[in-house]
């Protein structure tokens, strides 16, 4: 197993049998249990996980909790076009933007590498042209 996954295993085990309140004592807690890391990889790796603070603690969300379809968010697109062959910008509801990349992402789209949201435009990276002529056809599918 890679460093990363078994750091991310450890963080989920500990969330699920501790209580912890910040990510300072879920630092200790690493290291504890031999893992040393800093604060801006654990706040990736809580991300990454889909973890949440609820009620004070932080707990591992259900991958239903996480994100919204893009089929659900389909009333928010409002259209997207290439930018260069290995890009293609999404244009969104003002304010919209972050949950249509986590749709996107979510939804491991084939040849996606990449989100950058705005408040109303996701710039969507891409391996290739053919990728981002399958994902604009996708999004315009959804506005018609």
């Known amino acids: 197993m890679s460093p990363i996954r078994e750091r991310?295993?450890?963080?989920?085990?500990?969330?699920?049998?501790?209580?912890?309140?910040?990510?300072?004592?879920?630092?200790?807690?690493?290291?504890?249990?031999?893992?040393?890391?800093?604060?801006?990889?654990?706040?990736?790796?809580l991300r990454k996980l889909g973890v949440a603070k609820r009620a004070g603690v932080y707990v591992l969300l259900e991958e239903s909790e996480r994100v919204t379809p893009l089929e659900s968010l389909r009333a928010l697109l409002r259209g997207a076009r290439p930018a260069g062959p290995h890009m293609v910008v999404i244009t969104t509801e003002a304010g919209a933007a972050n949950a249509i990349a986590r749709a996107l992402e979510a939804q491991s789209?084939?040849?996606?590498?990449?989100?950058?949201?705005?408040?109303?435009?996701?710039?969507?990276?891409?391996?290739?042209?053919a990728a981002g002529r399958r994902l604009q056809g996708l999004v315009e599918s959804l506005i018609r």
Do not use: K, M
């Not at 200790?28 to 801006?40: F, I, K, N, V």
């Open 8 to 45: 991310r295993a450890l963080i989920r085990r500990l969330l699920e049998e501790n209580e912890v309140a910040s990510q300072a004592e879920l630092l200790s807690l690493l290291a504890d249990g031999g893992c040393e890391t800093t604060q801006p990889v654990l706040s990736r790796d």
């Open 109 to 129: 789209l084939d040849g996606l590498v990449g989100t950058i949201a705005g408040d109303d435009t996701v710039f969507v990276a891409l391996e290739s042209p």
